[in-house]
């Protein structure tokens, strides 16, 4: 079975400052590994996922997550936040191409502060 | 290339009626699959199907809720004789193959009073 824990439901950083935000996974299978972003009455966008290439993904906005198997963890990063990065994040596991549903957490709310 | 459309992208409804809410995938794309996501919780999987066949519906209530994707036109996400705890953002999401790909819609918010 999958499930997605995102530590921190509310995390607020300084305009300019490093964003992490947690997110740690179990799976009984090889998962595939996501980030999505969500603005305020919009639907989810992708930043970024993980499906058993790189370890370390890029994504877009300036975003990257690293996959490390030993701690089942795929945190997500930001060297420098910005105004425009507060919105919702969400990690999601999936079983990949075996799997029909994506398994999300309960999502971190990021809040810039200028 | 249009994305996922979803509509309507707000609804009300009074006790007892009925929702409908519609989702059109992306061009190519043959999987949809329906999330709700309640108040302060994270997206919940509900059902997911290809063209005319329900893949996977465990995540659907056992009553009152049904779903398809005809060979033409949108998916639909039927609720009957909705309930106050019915009120919820409802996501489609289409892939042009499972488990990845995944596009998602914008949502249509359902409001039950």
């Known amino acids: 079975a999958q499930s997605v824990t995102q530590l921190g439901s509310h995390v607020s950083v300084s305009e300019g400052a490093l964003v992490l935000l947690r997110c740690n996974y179990s799976s009984s299978v090889p998962p595939y590994l996501f980030w999505y972003v969500q603005y305020p009455n919009q639907g989810l966008q992708l930043l970024l996922k993980?499906?058993?290439?790189?370890?370390l993904v890029k994504g877009i906005n300036g975003f990257e997550a690293e996959f490390k198997k030993s701690e089942t963890s795929f945190h997500l990063t930001k060297p420098s936040a910005h105004m425009s990065d507060a919105a919702e994040y969400f990690c999601a596991v999936s079983e990949g191409y075996t799997g029909n549903q994506f398994y999300f957490g309960t999502g971190t709310s990021l809040t810039v502060i200028p | 290339n249009a994305g996922v459309m979803q509509n309507p992208r707000h609804l009300v409804r009074r006790r007892g009626q009925e929702a409908r809410l519609r989702c059109s995938p992306m061009?190519?794309?043959?999987?949809v699959y329906w999330y709700r996501q309640l108040p302060e919780e994270g997206l919940k999987f509900m059902v997911y199907?290809?063209?005319?066949?329900?893949?996977?519906e465990s995540g659907m209530p056992k009553e009152r809720f049904s779903a398809e994707f005809p060979k033409e036109g949108p998916s639909i996400l039927r609720i009957q004789q909705v309930v106050r705890g019915d009120s919820a953002a409802y996501f489609c999401?289409?892939?042009?193959?499972?488990?990845?790909?995944?596009?998602f819609g914008s949502g249509t918010r359902l409001t039950v009073v």
């Open positions: 061009k190519g794309h043959s999987h």
């Open positions: 993980y499906t058993s290439a790189a370890t």
């Open positions: 199907l290809q063209k005319e066949n329900i893949i996977d």
């Open positions: 999401a289409s892939s042009p193959r499972a488990g990845d790909g995944y596009t």
